[in-house]
Structure formats: C-alpha cells, structure tokens
C-alpha cells in the first residue's frame, strides 16, 4: 500500500495534510467504511502511526461483517485499533426511534470517545464526514459540532467520488466498500427498536449479499420485509423472487417485497419533510 505523501501534489491530499498537521495526535471513529478508512490512513501517513488511534463501536446495530471489516483493514494500515461496546438499546431515546435518534446515538457515542482521547492523551477526535454528508436529514452532524468533533476530510473539501479515486491510487482496499449505515435505520422512526428486528435485517442482508448483491438495504416494516437493490438489479433480484422469499421468510418475514423505486439513500426520511440522508 503506498502512502499518501506520495500524492501531495493532489490540492486535495495537500489540503488534507495541512488540515491533520493542525493535531500532534488523533483519535479517529472508525467504521471500516471508505471514508473513516480513508481518513485513518492519512493521520498515519501524515501524523505517524504512534499519533494515532482506531477505535470501532460494536453493538446490535453493527453486523458483524462490519466489526470484523473495520478489525482486519485497521491491520492492513498498521495502527492501534480498540473495540468498544455500546448498549444502544439499552438507550430509551434511541429504543423509541425518533426522527433525531441519530442525534442522541452520536451524542453518546462522542462523548466516550473524546473522554477516551483524554485518558490516551490524544489531541482530538475526528469522523469520516466528507463533503457528500453536508446535505440531509443528518440529526448526527449535530451531536459531532456540539462536541467539537473534528472533520478534516470535509475540511479539506473531500468529495466521495475523489475519496474513492485516491483510496484506489493508494491501494487502500477499501476504496470501492459499498457505503453502509447501521442496522437500525432499516427501521421506520415512531417504532420500536428492538434485538430481534436488528438481528433479523442483519440476516436478511446477508442472505441478500450470499445471493451476490452488495449495494442494498431491507427495510423492516413490522412483518414486511421491503427490498432496495440499486434500479439496475431490480430485474435479477426479480429473478432471484423464489429463492429471496424462500430465505426471508425462514428468517422471520410473513411478506417479501422488492422496491420498485430502488435503493437510494435515505428512504425512511423520505416522509420527514421530503428529505432524504444516510440510511
């Protein structure tokens, strides 16, 4: 894997190294997504790998494939990198699922996370935002400003389509992971979350990835079970019909259904004020 000093010729990558050489030492929230595997990579390249620390929330909103993504690429870049576990459902404002449930999850979430960045003596904590995340129903934005968590890729004006082209030039492997958000904004906001609905659509997903779709999301509507595959796959998931409801109903499911509009991001928050985000 090569390093991004190589590439400091790119106004971007320069903007980024100036933004990061504002902390001796950083903390990253680190999803294993392109844009928080991205931004790990350049503190280690820019601050030096004992400047910095990974740290990856688990919890029943994390499907295990993402804990164990954002275990094995922390590896591949050579840095620090600590789990730590989150009751969210414990949590009776992320529980009730209100359109600002992200808010409160974020708010948690940073708080412990920058109280841990003090314990380690680490100059700051930093997210993956990008210039894409600046648009939407994004109640978590919010949580991070009133922290003070930092945003260097959105900083440095990192778009996704220019995060992607980099983290392939570099040989990051995670250049072309699809984007994911988690498990529980599969829900509709006003009902409950609970372990069982999360554990359910983590399956359901990853009965829908074995069959070979990556880009995806299976919203639980209480017994419905609605399918987004991106517009270009609705004919082959069409295709795939017996062995999809075959699967899905095995899991918990009474109906299976598939979006005929396809997935786009922020379906659920379509109904808040025709806004559209991250889930």
């Known amino acids: 894997m090569k390093s991004l000093t190589e590439l400091i010729q790119n106004d971007r990558v320069s903007a980024l190294k100036g933004v990061l050489g504002e902390y001796s030492s950083l903390l990253v929230a680190f999803s294993g997504g392109a844009d928080s595997s991205f931004l790990l990579k350049a503190a280690v390249d820019f601050l030096g790998r ?4 990974a740290v990856t929330a688990s919890g029943a ?26 009751d969210y459902i414990g949590r009776d404002l992320f529980r009730s699922n209100p359109t600002d449930r992200c808010y409160h999850c974020k708010r948690g979430l940073f708080r412990e996370l920058i109280e841990l960045a003090e314990k380690k003596g680490l100059d700051a904590v ?22 003070e968590v930092k945003r260097p890729l959105e900083e440095a004006g990192i778009t996704k389509k220019e995060l992607r082209q980099l983290s392939k030039k570099i040989g990051l492997s995670t250049w072309n992971r699809p984007s994911n958000a988690c498990l529980a904004t599969r829900v509709p906001f006003g009902e409950e979350i609970t372990e069982e609905k999360l554990t359910r659509i983590e399956n359901a997903e990853s009965a829908l990835r074995d069959l070979g779709f990556s880009a995806l999301r299976v919203r639980h509507h209480e017994e419905i079970a609605r399918i ?9 998931a069409a295709g795939e019909r017996i062995s999809i409801v075959h699967g899905l109903k095995e899991i918990g499911f009474d109906y299976v259904t598939l979006d005929l509009e396809g997935y786009r991001s922020g379906s659920l928050t379509e109904t808040i004020k025709g806004e559209k985000g991250t889930t």
């Open 50 to 53: 004992e400047s910095v620390l």
């Open 61 to 86: 909103i994390h499907p295990e494939e993402e804990i164990s993504n954002a275990r094995q690429t922390a590896r591949e870049i050579g840095v620090e990198w600590l789990l730590i576990e989150q």
């Open 126 to 147: 930093a997210d993956g935002s990008i210039m894409d995340d600046t648009a939407g129903h994004r109640p978590g934005r919010k949580a991070g400003e009133e922290l």
């Open 228 to 236: 987004e595959v991106p517009p270009e796959e609705i004919s082959r």
